[in-house]
Nanobody, 126 residues
């Protein structure tokens, strides 16, 4: 399985970006897919996840109400709509996937994901 992330870039504070993550190769029927981010020198941080089986969505408190994760029907891909971006959102964003239906207590744990994309840089700056 390969994950291809795209959509990052430079945006001003208050602006929006949409990130995309597409899975290719041997794909799975009911995965859990998520987004994580990392700032240089800091730990990887959970951002959002979606469970294919029931469409349940999970968000970090820091992005709740501003970011929306959604799956693209008919394809094994997800997108992350990011609104009201602020400089604290600047990071390298990675998409991740697992064929498992993760339980609620697992979706925020990056170690539970089996596949990772190469990441895309998001910079929020004026």
């Amino acid at each position: 399985v390969q994950l291809q992330a795209s959509g990052g870039g430079l945006v001003q504070p208050g602006g929006s970006l949409r990130l995309f993550c597409a899975a290719s190769g041997s794909t799975f029927s009911r995965p859990t897919m998520g987004w994580f981010r990392r700032v240089s020198g800091k730990e990887r941080e959970f951002v959002a996840a979606i469970r294919w089986s029931d469409n349940d969505k999970y968000y970090a408190d820091s992005v709740k109400g501003r970011f929306t994760i959604a799956k693209d029907y008919g394809k094994k891909s997800v997108h992350l709509q990011m609104n009201s971006l602020n400089p604290e959102d600047t990071a390298f964003y990675y998409c991740a996937a697992t064929p498992s239906r993760l339980i609620t207590s697992e979706v925020r744990n990056g170690n539970r994901y089996d596949y990772w994309g190469q990441g895309t840089q998001v910079t929020v700056s004026s």
